[in-house]
Nanobody, 124 residues
Framework: QVQLVESGGGLVQAGGSLRLSCAAS????????MGWFRQAPGKEREFVTS????????NYADSVKGRFTISRDNAGNTMYLQMSSLKPEDTAVYYC?????????????????WGQGTQVTVSS
């Protein structure tokens, strides 16, 4: 049974930083591309960033480019999202996702597995 478990969310002031983690089990982590998505109240789930199975390829939404950094530890079956210079508009539930296909799509519906999400709230 595949499990993706996010942690590290919380309340932070604008300009602050947070580091999210996604611990994976039940799959061969190094064979999956991974991604982070977020969903704000009343909005659709949106792509944030993704990373290839080797870790050498990354992609970022324009809204987070230069502020967020995705990384992964294949030996530890964990993915990370370092978020800096946080803004109130970054407030959302953040989800990690896994996909086998190798295409790193930005469309949420194409991903294979999802975590339960972790809340990030940025106060102004």
């Amino acid at each position: 049974q595949v499990q993706l478990v996010e942690s590290g969310g919380g309340l932070v002031q604008a300009g602050g930083s947070l580091r999210l983690s996604c611990a994976a089990s039940g799959l061969t982590f190094s064979m999956y591309d991974m991604g982070w998505f977020r969903q704000a109240p009343g909005k659709e789930r949106e792509f944030v960033t993704s990373i290839s199975r080797s870790g050498r390829g990354t992609n970022y939404a324009d809204s987070v480019k230069g502020r967020f950094t995705i990384s992964r530890d294949n030996a530890g079956n964990t993915m990370y999202l370092q978020m800096s210079s946080l803004k109130p508009e970054d407030t959302a539930v953040y989800y990690c996702a896994a996909i086998r296909s190798g295409r790193l799509p930005v469309v949420p519906g194409l991903w294979d597995y999802w975590g339960q999400g972790t809340q990030v709230t940025v106060s102004s």
